[in-house]
């Protein structure tokens, strides 16, 4: 059974007030759509909450072999078609030769490889110490128990039709998969839109362009036709909707967070 659950990740999202001062989300969400703020309160609440068990967290962690498929995949389909190289070559190859040779992967060799076999970075990872039998046999001190993706954007700006972009959501969730086939960690993206309910007063409009397009779009995308278009996509059992967080005030202005769940396990 995995240490980390949906249940876990949803005690956790429920937890980010108790890791802010008073307002503190209102004024730094109001100003700024910032995923990093999240995800760092949800860091220190997997840190506290298994403390005792030795799990800990690490943020932007940028994998490296070992964690995902063996770079000696691509190698082998390479040659198969042709190319005379070694994994020696991949590891030396510059950027632009790499980008060049990794146009010519196939769909899941292209996803899951990337240069020098490391990723961008993971938005939050957890792991935990190996007994000294599991390292004996996978070579590795630390298990990789859970990965974490965040996405975080205004809510009355947001087009529904952007969770069907390939470059969005879906490739957070294209990556992951990477790690789940060989480690059989659990996944999870997590999306939270800021809402301002009560709206903002017009005259802030000059200091911040969402302001505005937030009260133009607010009869356009809602709630409702968000969690529809993410159950239509992923299935409404692997989503779970978080009824709205209190973010608290700031510029007299109330700000709420609306935070979806997509479990992939």
Not at 132 to 153: R, T, Y
Not at 155 to 167: A, M, R, S, V, W
Not at 226 to 243: C, D, E, F, Q, R
């Amino acid at each position: 059974m995995a240490i980390v659950s949906r249940k876990t990740v949803i005690e956790g999202i429920n937890a980010i007030p108790n890791y802010s001062k008073d307002n503190e989300l209102a004024e730094l969400l109001l100003q700024a759509k910032s995923e990093y703020l999240l995800r760092d309160k949800l860091s220190l609440f997997f840190n506290e909450r298994f403390r005792e068990s030795g799990l800990f967290s690490i943020r932007e962690w940028k994998n490296w072999e070992g964690w995902g498929i063996p770079l000696d995949r691509t190698v082998t389909y390479l040659v198969t078609n042709g190319w005379n190289g070694t994994i020696k070559d991949l590891e030396e190859m510059s950027k632009k030769d790499w980008d060049e040779l990794q146009s010519k992967l196939p769909y899941e060799l292209r996803e899951y490889t990337w240069y020098k076999k490391g990723t961008a970075g993971v938005d939050l990872a957890l792991f935990r110490p190996v007994t000294d039998g599991e390292q004996k046999l996978n070579n590795k001190p630390f298990s990789l128990e859970s990965i974490i993706e965040f996405k975080c954007e205004v809510l009355h700006q947001l087009n529904p039709n952007l969770i069907d972009n390939k470059n969005y959501i879906k490739k957070d969730i294209e990556r992951m998969k990477k790690f789940k086939i060989s480690n059989d960690c659990s996944c999870f993206e997590v999306l939270c839109l800021v809402d301002f309910p009560e709206g903002i007063n017009p005259i802030y409009y000059p200091l911040n362009n969402h302001y505005k397009a937030n009260a133009l779009n607010k009869n356009q995308y809602s709630i409702s036709s968000m969690t529809a278009k993410l159950n239509n996509t992923y299935g409404s059992a692997n989503v779970h909707y978080i009824p709205e967080i209190n973010g608290g005030v700031y510029l007299k202005t109330k700000v709420d967070l609306h935070f979806w769940i997509i479990d992939l396990n």
